[in-house]
Structures are given as structure tokens and as C-alpha cells.
């Protein structure tokens, strides 16, 4: 979408940056950043709390809200959405589930109204409905709670 508004340059002046940002603020060895799509990041955090990982989120769109990036063209302000899961893996609980999780997240943040973080908490078993906390927001299932949810469905 940046590319489209404002040229390759400019694009890839934002998208290192926000990289850069991302490694800055997420530091354990455990932890891996990709490039998902155009625009796109995944930050995966084995060990990591619903909670920490929107604390994280929130931290890393503060940071680069604040930032104005110098292209050769002109300056630049970028913001950053988020959609946060998390899931404790199991048999029937993987990957493919976790990413369905954040994006459900990323587009609820998206419909209301972008440059912020919603986080994905499941709600009881055999659910498939969900509930969206901001990280302001206290998160209502804690990992053992999850566990348990994930077990019940099992």
C-alpha cells in the first residue's frame, strides 16, 4: 500500500525502518522476526504472554509513530497496526490457527480505525467466537486458563 502511495524508495525507507524497530525492541534469541507480505511483518515469541506480546506490539507502534523518517523526497511519518494472538500448541492447535488469530486481530484494529494494537483472547470451548482486548485493556484468559481451553477442546 505505501509503495502504491508514495514510490519504491520511500517504501523501502519506511519498511527498513520499521525492521529495524522490530529488532530493537524484540530481543530474545527465541524470538524471529519475518516479512510475511509487501507490508507485512510476523514477530513470533515462543514463551511470551498474550499480554507481553501486545505490551511489545504497543511498544514497538509507539516507537515508530514517533519517528520521522528523511527519504531523498520528502520526510515521512509512518504508524503501524497490529494484530496479536497466542495460542499454547498442540495437536490440534497450530501455526494455521495462530495466524487465522492475528489476523482476525490485525483486521479488527484496521476497522477501528488503524495505527494501533488488538489482541485476539479466546473465549470458551468449542467457541469459535472471540473477543478483542486494546493493550490498555486487562487480557481475561491468562496462559494457564488457555491451556485448560485448549485441553477442554482436545
Known sequence: MLLDQRGQ????TCLKHIART???VVSRPSDSIARFSEDIFALIMPQTS???AAHLAEEIRRQIEQAVLE????SVSVTVTAGVASIVPGERHHEAILLSFADDALHKAKADGRNRVRSFVLTPPRS???RFDGPEDKVTVTVD????LLS???
Open 152 to 154: 477442554d477442546q482436545a
Open 9 to 12: 524508495d520511500v517504501a523501502d
Open 145 to 148: 486458563e488457555s491451556r485448560k
Open 50 to 52: 498474550l499480554a507481553g
Open 22 to 24: 522490530i529488532e530493537a
Open 128 to 130: 469459535r467466537v472471540g
Open 71 to 74: 527519504t531523498e523526497r520528502e
